[in-house]
Structures are given as C-alpha cells and as structure tokens.
C-alpha cells in the first residue's frame, strides 16, 4: 500500500507544501512617493473641488444655491454653545444674496475686528462664511464692533484691497453680500423661492430659547 503523503511506505512522510502567493510589494516601496506627489490647494481651489464636503451637494446640482444660503444660514442664527442669534436675508438675484446677523466679532486690543490668514473680514470661526465666499464671484462684507464699520470685497476668499473704515450698519455683527459665480454653477441655478419655509433649528436647539427663524426677504417678487 502506498501512502498518499509519501512516496515510500514506512519512511517518514514527507508532506508537498501548498504554493503561496507570492507576498504583497509594499505600495510605498513599488511608487516611490515625495513631495512632488503633493498637491498644495488653496482654500478656494478646496472648496471648488469638493463643494459637497461643505454644502452636500456637488456643483452640477440645482439646489447648490439654496444650500449655500441655508448654510449661512444655520451659521448665523447658532452660536457654537448652542445659543441663538438674530438673523434677516435679502435675496437680490437668482444668486445673490445678502445675510445680516448680530454675532460679536473678536477683535483685537483697539476694537478692530481681527482678520483671517489673508486679510479677509471673514469669521475664523465660521466655515461657512469662508466657504461661500469660495464659491462667489464677489462678496462684500461689512463687520461691525461696538458702532465701528469695516467693509471690505473679495474675489473669492481673496481680499481686493485692506478693510476700510465705514459709517457702521449695525452696533455689533456682520453684513455679506455674496454674488455667487455663476460660471461654476449649473446654468439657470437659483435660490429656491420657498426658502423661508426650510428648517433652520434642529435637535441641539431644545435647551436653548428659540429664536424666531430668520427673516427672509425675497426681492425677485417684488421685481416681477
């Protein structure tokens, strides 16, 4: 009788080992990898590639317009503690708009509002200001502190020129006019007309006084 695992009867068996694949290169060591594999985008360039990290929707969708609204939205009317703030829009066009809020902006040790890491006016706590301005072809933004104005416009996150001294607007908060770029939006984009009906509070409001929703204005109706 022969034994299967061994070619000899009575001697030890000798059992065939079973062929491995062969081991898995490391990627790392297959494609060397350095620093000229690194793409460095700018804030802008970030948002515009990926719109829907920030506004859930990518930039071919319809409603990119009204979710960049309600996003500012959301933003204005919610202090990170959970707190609620006043909020009014205006809707000028398809895709401008202008959102008033009265947060209180930091300031430095003379009272002017400080500025983000390219000079801009825009919150550095708020995402959102930043993003929608990334989106834009323009945007105007006015900060008030304790009755002091500063304006100042952007192309995208980019300040056009230093912020400037303006009779103020409010006693404390923001005031932004975003034109959306309208070469990066699907063709016909706008804000939707039943914006005032969205909802801007959700669960993490219960424990805080409600506010009234913000106050939306659409000026296309009186237009037509």
């Known amino acids: 009788m022969t034994n299967a695992l061994s070619p000899n009867f009575g001697s030890t068996p000798t059992y065939r080992k079973r062929p491995q694949p062969p081991e898995a290169a490391n990627p790392l060591e297959r494609q060397p990898y350095s620093a000229a594999d690194i793409t460095v985008l700018s804030r802008d360039e970030a948002v515009r590639q990926r719109p829907a990290m920030y506004f859930g929707v990518d ?3 319809p409603d990119l317009a009204t979710r960049i609204l309600t996003a ?25 708009f202008t959102i008033i ?45 304790k009755g002091r104005g500063y304006r ?14 303006v009779v103020a607007s409010l006693e404390n908060g923001t005031l932004a ?12 984009a706008a804000v939707a007309t039943s914006l005032e009906s969205r909802e ?25």
Request: glycine share 4%.
């Open 59 to 61: 930039h071919q969708h």
């Open 72 to 96: 500012l939205i959301i933003d204005a009317l919610h202090l990170p503690n959970g707190e609620h703030r006043k909020t009014s829009v205006e809707i000028i066009g398809d895709q401008t």
């Open 101 to 145: 809020d009265d947060q209180i902006r930091e300031t430095d040790e003379q009272g002017v509002p400080k500025l983000d890491h390219q000079g801009a006016l825009l919150d550095r706590r708020r995402w959102a200001q930043a993003a929608a301005a990334a989106l834009s072809a323009r945007t105007i933004i006015e900060v008030c502190a």
């Open 152 to 165: 100042q416009e952007l192309a995208g996150t980019r300040p056009q020129a230093p912020p400037q001294r």
């Open 177 to 188: 006019t975003y034109e959306l770029d309208e070469s990066y939006l699907i063709r016909n």
């Open 200 to 224: 801007s509070h959700g669960e993490w409001c219960a424990s805080h006084p409600l506010a009234d929703s913000a106050r939306v204005t659409d000026l296309r109706r009186s237009a037509q």
